[in-house]
DNA sequence: AGCCTATACTCAAATTGTTGAGTATGTCAA
DNA sequence: TTGACATACTCAACAATTTGAGTATAGGCT
């Protein structure tokens, strides 16, 4: 049920129509630590309405479909408040790669390298960019409050990628280690 | 569909009856970056035996009932053999806590800081279970290649854990200062 | 003129994951 | 001896997630 409480944290900072939030969910500020597509936010926002923690107002346009602007009612914002003093458990990993490293003493040795060289490529990339919004946002203080959570959220994402990337030089490390001194079978 | 690889995985190492597999995803091997219920093994290994990728052995007991040792096809063993050629995409963050961060600005911030101890100590108890069993294999060298890939994936828990750690000290840090000297608003 | 992208939302289906009950028995400790 | 725990698997229902199609129009590119 957490999507439904991260919608709600997002509305917190300002009224969103289904559209915009799934744009956030796209983006490095919430999306970089919890993806959901478009049809999940408008489910769950439909879902939400009913149970009454969000309310809309339609917005009529021309050209395009009429626009909804939900907002966190009184009940959305209790129920917000007593997730937040639940404890949370940490997520399992599951990656697809290191079930890829369980099964590779049997498989060809040069596809796990060249695997393992095209997920660094990819987590280098990520890091570059969170570091680039990293320096950006170092440039102008004073921050406001909420800036500064942000700045948190993408600390988390910049030691993660940069975890990847370390790991996967270790593990190529260990493999060219092995590749020229097997010396025990 | 990785979860019918990862037990393609398992079973390439050797036959196993599916409780034992779904004893594997409870032990730090396996069950550290997968997770998977008994249910959905015992479902998942019935699809697979359907595809052919898997065959099984029933084995009688007395008092318990019949084991099913399966085992890997040559079909079995194409697929897993093809699926490992396929590069892989980084599974998104999917955290309450990272949620939690967001919403933060609107929220008291003693329940941040509790949550933020709790899952630090969550943390520490996984890191050190870890490390333990990192200093264990270390003991007794020459050892066999699987047993090496296996370190690896022990090493990827170990900073997993050992990264949220530290974030959470850095967020911890952070709240601290804020406290203290809230100088800008 | 034809195609792609962006805005903005809806509906349906398939797959995956979670929860809980049910069947059966042996072992170990309080 | 009662209750917890381990072995070993099945069935059912529900919740969550993914995938894809469908509706509609504006704006820009070729």
Do not use: N
């Not at 490095?28 to 597509?37: D, L, R």
């Not at 939400?48 to 602007?69: A, L």
């Not at 009940?75 to 790669?97: A, K, N, S």
């Not at 990293?134 to 975890?163: H, N, S, T």
């Amino acid at each position: 049920m957490a999507l439904a409480h991260t919608i709600l944290a997002v509305l917190s900072h300002s009224p969103f129509s289904g559209y915009d939030i799934s744009k956030q969910f796209e983006e490095v500020g919430v999306g970089c630590y919890w993806q959901a597509s478009q049809q999940q936010i408008y489910r769950e926002l439909g879902k939400m309405e009913q149970q009454g923690w969000v309310t809309f107002e339609k917005i009529p346009q021309e050209g395009k479909p009429d626009k909804k602007i939900y907002q966190m009612t009184e009940v959305g914002q209790q129920e917000l408040r007593r997730w937040f003093g639940e404890p949370t458990e940490p997520m399992p990993i599951r990656e697809d790669l290191l079930v890829k490293v369980l099964a590779a003493p049997f498989m060809p040795r040069d596809l796990l390298v060249k695997e393992l060289r095209h997920r660094r490529q990819l987590h280098t990339e990520k890091l570059l960019e969170y570091q680039a919004k990293e320096a950006e946002g170092k440039v102008c203080l004073p921050v406001p409050v909420d800036e500064r959570f942000r700045y948190l959220l993408l600390r988390r994402g910049i030691r993660y990628e940069q975890d990847w990337v370390d790991w996967c030089d270790e593990v190529l490390d260990f493999l060219k280690q092995q590749e020229s001194g097997p010396s025990q079978k």
